[in-house]
Nanobody
């Protein structure tokens, strides 16, 4: 069964840090582009960060540049989102994804993990 499972969410005060993890099972993660989106109630889901299959290409939402980092460990089938200097505006449900293009494109999504940043 193909699954992506996020973990590491929770509450944090402004200025604190959290690390989200997303672990894949049921498929080989190596050749997938992976990343994170987030969504706040009443808002559309927005892109946060992504890293290419070879780990060389990284992209970030402007508002998180310099604060968030994305990495992957294919041997562990896991994607990480390190979130530093958290702001209340970072409060959202964070979803990881894995995607490949080609003759048979595929995209998988996790169930989401809640991140709440408040005093």
């Amino acid at each position: 069964q193909v699954q992506l499972v996020e973990s590491g969410g929770g509450w944090m005060q402004p200025g604190g840090s959290l690390r989200l993890s997303c672990t894949a099972s049921g498929f080989t993660l190596d050749y997938y582009n992976v990343g994170w989106f987030r969504q706040t109630p009443g808002k559309e889901r927005e892109f946060v960060a992504a890293v290419g299959w070879n780990g060389s290409r990284r992209y970030f939402l402007d508002s998180v540049k310099g604060r968030f980092t994305i990495s992957r460990d294919n041997a562990k089938h896991t994607v990480y989102l390190q979130m530093n200097s958290l702001k209340p505006e970072d409060t959202a449900v964070y979803y990881c994804y894995a995607a490949v293009s080609g003759i048979v494109p595929k995209a998988y999504w996790g169930q989401g993990t809640q991140v709440t940043v408040s005093s």
